[in-house]
């Protein structure tokens, strides 16, 4: 009797143990799903081109304002420019040339402005579509694209224009008057803070590298021969003159900046 009665119950407790595996295992797949999965609301294509619409719109918006902004204090900002010039006169060689220089200062100076809502309407559009993890991972990315834009802007403004403007003046200044045009030399300044505020996003680029899989730390390492040369290349390329100083400092931040997103992916345990 006692044999049939434990007969009887194994099946019971064998179900009882499947049902609290399939518990636990459940359990593991929820939080799985909930680190991979942010929200099981699909958009149709209609909707996802109404939202890239209505973000594009915002971000015109932004810019729009930010440009008539800076046009309202322009010549503040063209004398904040002029000063790594060193005190050289400038000239307006045709009618309406300090017009539109005005309105390219304003156009690059508005840009500059709006870029944190430009990088907002980006989140918002490509958010929806990440995982829980790839979500954490983005505020840090777009923090640090941002300073590193900054500080480049900052480098070039401090360090990369002095040095190329002392160049060119001290260069034949004993033969020729410093008399430059306004055009010409501000076409040589906004080129050189934005070329060199996107040579510091590099770290930024590796660390996305990374996080997709593509390159590890040891790899880009690996290459640092080609990383060296690649810096000199893209230092000639980027800057409008012709100086060495001018290409020299660009080439050795962008190596130091390479070396830096190195270090910065081996400690993503990359």
């Keep these: ?6 007969e009887a119950e194994q099946p019971q407790n064998i179900q009882e143990d499947l049902e609290t595996s399939v518990a636990l295992n459940g359990d593991d797949d929820d939080d799985i799903q909930e680190d991979e999965i942010i929200d099981d609301v699909e958009m149709s294509l209609f909707d996802h081109l109404e939202e890239l619409r209505s973000r594009i719109f915002y971000a015109l918006i932004a810019v729009f304002v930010s440009i008539i902004g800076c046009f309202a204090v322009v010549n503040k900002i063209v004398a904040l420019l002029e000063i790594p010039a060193q005190g050289v006169k400038f000239l307006q060689l045709a009618p309406g040339e300090y017009f539109f220089v005005s309105i390219k200062v304003a156009g690059y100076s508005g840009l500059l ?4 809502a430009l990088l907002y309407q980006i989140v918002q559009f490509i958010l929806p579509g990440l995982t829980r993890k790839e979500k954490r991972s983005i505020a840090p990315i777009v923090f640090g694209s941002s300073i590193l834009f900054v500080l480049g802007i900052v480098f070039a403004y ?7 403007l002392n160049f060119f003046i001290s260069y034949g200044g004993d033969v020729v008057e410093q008399f430059w045009s306004i055009d010409r030399y501000f076409e040589f300044v906004l080129l050189l803070l934005f070329s060199t505020g996107l040579a510091f996003q590099i770290p930024v680029i590796q660390a996305l590298l990374a996080m997709t899989g593509i390159v590890s ?16 290349v893209l230092g000639a390329v980027l800057t409008p003159s012709t100086d060495p100083m001018t290409q020299s400092l660009l080439a050795g931040a962008v190596g130091i900046l390479y070396f830096g997103g190195i270090f910065l992916v081996k400690a993503m345990g990359k």
């Design 158 to 164: 401090e360090l990369l224009i002095p040095a190329a």
């Design 217 to 232: 730390s040891k790899r880009m390492l690996a290459g640092w021969r080609y990383v060296v040369l690649g810096a000199v």
């Design 1 to 6: 009797m006692l044999e049939t009665i434990s």
């Design 113 to 116: 402005v709006a870029s944190p």
